[in-house]
């Protein structure tokens, strides 16, 4: 029986697009600033590099097109960290966390820079629905998923078995694997919008997928009628 049902963050419970353009933008108006063209250029940009590059080093990509010193990247990178956020959790987040409260423990285990996952956590509000909260990062950057420690941890800390809980992610490497390692069930979540939505992977597929979360109390019907049948299974 499902008793927890575990979140990832970032293209899970909000859209992370709407975190990466306000860091662009205020990256992009501090180049302004420092005379290296117009601001609303600048974020095009950066937001084409992310999409179109890989969102690995683009402001190292940036540097080499508009022609600034790579010796300001570390400044614009925590700049990008560190710009006021306006993120809000997806419609669907809101309104199946509130109906799943409920029946089950909710849980968040994210992956990223800890103050920067903290940050996002804080201006989602997400301790005022989720009984446990897991930012991998502070169990060390080798316990990022698809390590299952951050998964156990917030197993153990809301007193459920990881074959107990359901695990719901973008990633279709970290979190499926994250998930599988540490005995949990797992949904992957294709946004519309999210950076993973259209990445394909192979045999190491999720046990269920969903464009929306409000497709997740269906799922979770599905696996509870399933229950007899895989116990009777196991019995025989």
Not at 188 to 197: M, P
């Amino acid at each position: 029986m499902i008793r927890c049902i575990l979140f990832d963050l970032d293209d899970t419970l909000y859209l992370e697009d709407e975190f990466v353009q306000g860091g662009f933008r205020s990256v992009a108006a501090t180049l302004e600033q420092r005379g290296y063209g117009a601001s609303e250029t600048i974020f095009g940009l950066l937001h084409s590099l992310h999409w179109r590059e890989g969102r690995d080093h683009v402001f190292d990509k940036a540097a080499e097109r508009l022609g600034f010193p790579k010796s300001m990247v570390p400044d614009l990178v925590e700049i990008y960290y560190r710009h006021p956020l306006t993120i809000r959790l997806a419609p669907d987040a809101e309104s199946v966390l509130k109906s799943l409260r409920t029946d089950f423990k909710l849980g968040c285990v994210t992956d990223g820079h800890k103050q920067v996952q903290w940050r996002k956590v804080e201006a989602l509000d997400l301790r005022s629905v989720m009984d446990t909260i897991v930012v991998a990062d502070e169990l060390g950057r080798m316990f990022w998923k698809p390590d299952p420690l951050a998964i156990l941890t917030a197993c153990g800390n809301v007193g459920v078995h990881p074959q107990e809980s359901l695990f719901v992610g973008d990633n279709p490497e970290r979190d499926r694997r994250g998930a599988r390692n540490a005995g949990a069930r797992s949904v992957r979540i294709r946004r519309a919008g999210g950076y993973f939505a259209g990445s394909k992977i192979g045999e190491d597929r999720a046990d269920f997928e969903a464009a929306s979360l409000v497709e997740l109390p269906g799922i979770l019907r599905r696996l509870k009628d399933a229950m007899p049948a895989e116990r009777s299974k196991r019995e025989s």
